[in-house]
């Protein structure tokens, strides 16, 4: 097995790493609170992608015990584990939750300032 099979075999690392890195230039690089949101976003959904690729097993079923036959029995059964994705699907909510809460900041921003460009608050914060 050379490198870059090494490298195909983790491309859902990379996407994650990448996605992480997006997100974050968003958020540091961006002076507009809406885009900020957005790069908050886009991190989160790589946190997400990163806990899924960890639970999932190669050839995992469901973990639901039912009854076997002499010949399954002799084969394991390999379960996957549900407690990330079910870690995940809250971890969503609350994101859903943070966004919208983020959003309604942004709003009141806007009316109390005029704008949601990070430097004029900051301007119209000092002259005040």
Same mark, same amino acid.
């Given at each position: 097995m050379n490198l870059f099979d090494q490298f195909l075999g983790h491309y859902n690392y990379w996407v994650v790493i990448f996605l992480m890195m997006t997100g974050f230039y968003a958020v540091i690089a961006s002076d507009n609170l809406i885009k900020k949101i957005v790069g908050l976003n886009i991190? @989160? *959904? &790589?946190?997400?992608?990163?806990?899924?690729?960890?639970?999932?097993?190669i050839g995992g079923t469901a973990p639901i015990v039912?009854? @076997? *036959? &002499?010949?399954?029995?002799?084969?394991?059964?390999?379960y996957s584990n549900p407690l990330p994705h079910v870690l995940i699907l809250t971890a969503i909510v609350v994101g859903i939750a943070t966004t919208a809460l983020g959003l309604a900041l942004v709003i009141r921003i806007k009316e109390a300032y005029g704008t949601i460009e990070e430097d004029e608050i900051l301007a119209k914060d000092a002259d005040a």
């Open positions: 991190f @989160q *959904t &790589a946190v997400f992608i990163l806990y899924i690729s960890m639970g999932k097993i039912v009854t @076997q *036959t &002499a010949a399954q029995a002799a084969n394991p059964v390999v």
